[in-house]
C-alpha cells in the first residue's frame, strides 16, 4: 500500500484514462494501418506499431497496479511537528549554508522541479520523524550531507 495526495491521485487517474482513452486507440490504428500495406516480416511500421503498443500497455499496467494499491492520504489525521509525508520541510546544509524548501511526496508524485522529493530517496529517508532543531546526516550520491531541520509545515 502506498500513500499518496488527492492531487496526486487525480493526477494519476487522469493519466491513466488518457493513456486507455487516447493512445491507446491511436496506436492500435497505426497496428490496423500498417497491417493494410501487406507483407508484415519485412513492415517497419507494423513492428514499430507493436513495439509502441507494447510499451503502452505495460505503462497502463503500471499505473493500474500503482492505483490499485494506493491510499489518499487523510490530512486531518497529520500533525506537523514532525516531518512526514506531504510536509513542506525547510532544511539548511551545514556545510554551506545553503537553504532548501522541499515537499516530502509519494515517489509517484516526486518531481524536483517542483520541490517535491520522493519519501524514499536518501533525503526524504533521512528526513521522516525528525523535528525542527534536528540534524541529520545523510548519504547521497556526492557525499555525506549533514543538514538542519529548520522548520516543518504541513501542506494543505
Known amino acids: 500500500m502506498e500513500y499518496m495526495s488527492k492531487e496526486g491521485y ?3 487517474v487522469a493519466e491513466l484514462h488518457y493513456l486507455e482513452s487516447v493512445e491507446l486507440p491511436r496506436v492500435k490504428d497505426a497496428i490496423s494501418e500498417a497491417r493494410d500495406k501487406g507483407d508484415l516480416s519485412e513492415n517497419f511500421e507494423y513492428h ?3 513495439r509502441e503498443q507494447s510499451k503502452l500497455l505495460g505503462r ?3 499505473k493500474q497496479r500503482v492505483l490499485a494499491h494506493a ?3 487523510d490530512m486531518s489525521r497529520l500533525s506537523g511537528d514532525t516531518v512526514q509525508l506531504l ?3 525547510e532544511i539548511s546544509n ?3 549554508g545553503a537553504h532548501m524548501t522541499y515537499t516530502i511526496a509519494s515517489p509517484h508524485e516526486a518531481n524536483l522541479r517542483e520541490g517535491k522529493i520522493s519519501i524514499k530517496s536518501p533525503i526524504g529517508q533521512a528526513l521522516m520523524g525528525k523535528r525542527a ?3 541529520v546526516e545523510v ?3 556526492a557525499g555525506r550531507l549533514k543538514l538542519r531541520v529548520d522548520s516543518i509545515q504541513l501542506m494543505a
Open 10 to 12: 487525480e493526477k494519476l
Open 48 to 50: 514499430a506499431a507493436k
Open 60 to 62: 497502463i499496467r503500471f
Open 71 to 73: 491510499r489518499i492520504l
Open 87 to 89: 510536509s513542506q520541510v
Open 94 to 96: 551545514l556545510a554551506n
Open 133 to 135: 532543531g534536528d540534524v
Open 139 to 141: 548519504s547521497v550520491p
